[in-house]
């Protein structure tokens, strides 16, 4: 595709359930982004995978939230055992080296 | 901890004037500042973006002033419009393709 693909683009789950949020980043992209947006705020940092390197989880908020690339590309977000805090606008970017970041239209994920 | 300090929180601009939004960062290893544009319902999209070698950079009624020596950056929006009515966000990242680190962001009314 042309852009930053997530899916779904709306999520309802309950409290305790595991959630799975999708990102297929821009083809050849060798960076991707996790970032949470709460109602109103501005962009949290969550994860970030650059090639093959290591990825930088500094921002993951607990240990209930996980992520991984395949492949280099298709990334997951997963969210275990969901809580009401966890609602928000959880959205995705791809780069390519230094260089403009490509944004997602993002998940609203509702926990009810 | 917050990297990057973005003020105003709002900001309410007549039809035709300068909107002016600020930020100011700490790290100094950071080498790229663009600004991001949000409209509701979308993900963040890249505006203008500028490097220190450079303390201005102007795109049609859009310009980046850059202060080094006070860790400074700030964007101006020439003849506002009701259609740039949205949140702006700063941002700042270091060499090597490191992920963005976002101010709170800034939003922007035009209003005839």
């Known amino acids: 595709g042309a852009g930053v693909s997530q899916s779904p683009s709306n999520k309802v789950t309950e409290k305790g359930k595991d959630v799975e949020l999708r990102c297929d980043p821009i083809?050849?992209?060798?960076?991707l982004y996790w970032y949470r947006q709460s109602l109103g705020q501005g962009l949290e940092f969550l994860i970030y995978f650059q090639g093959n390197s290591a990825p930088d989880k500094s921002g993951l908020p607990s240990d209930r939230f996980s992520a991984e690339r395949t492949g280099g590309s298709v990334s997951t977000l997963t969210i275990q055992r969901t809580q009401q805090e966890d609602s928000a606008v959880y959205l995705c970017?791809?780069?390519?080296?230094?260089?403009?970041?490509?944004f997602g239209q993002g998940t609203r994920l509702t926990v009810v | 901890q917050q990297q990057v300090k973005q003020s105003p929180q709002s900001l309410i601009v007549q039809k035709g004037g300068i909107s002016i939004i600020n930020c100011a960062y700490e790290?100094?290893?950071?080498?790229?500042f663009p600004w991001y544009q949000q409209f509701p319902g979308k993900g963040p999209a890249l505006l203008i973006a500028?490097?220190?070698?450079?303390s201005e950079k102007k795109e049609g009624r859009f310009t980046i002033s850059f202060n080094k020596s006070a860790k400074q950056f700030s964007l101006h929006i020439m003849d506002s419009q009701p259609g740039d009515s949205a949140t702006y966000f700063c941002?700042?990242?270091?060499?090597?393709?490191?992920?963005?680190?976002f101010g709170k962001g800034t939003r922007l009314s035009v209003i005839a």
């Open positions: 790290n100094t290893a950071f080498d790229y």
């Open positions: 941002a700042a990242s270091g060499s090597g393709n490191t992920p963005l680190v």
């Open positions: 970017a791809s780069s390519h080296m230094a260089t403009e970041a490509f």
């Open positions: 083809s050849g992209h060798t960076a």
């Open positions: 500028i490097r220190p070698d450079v």
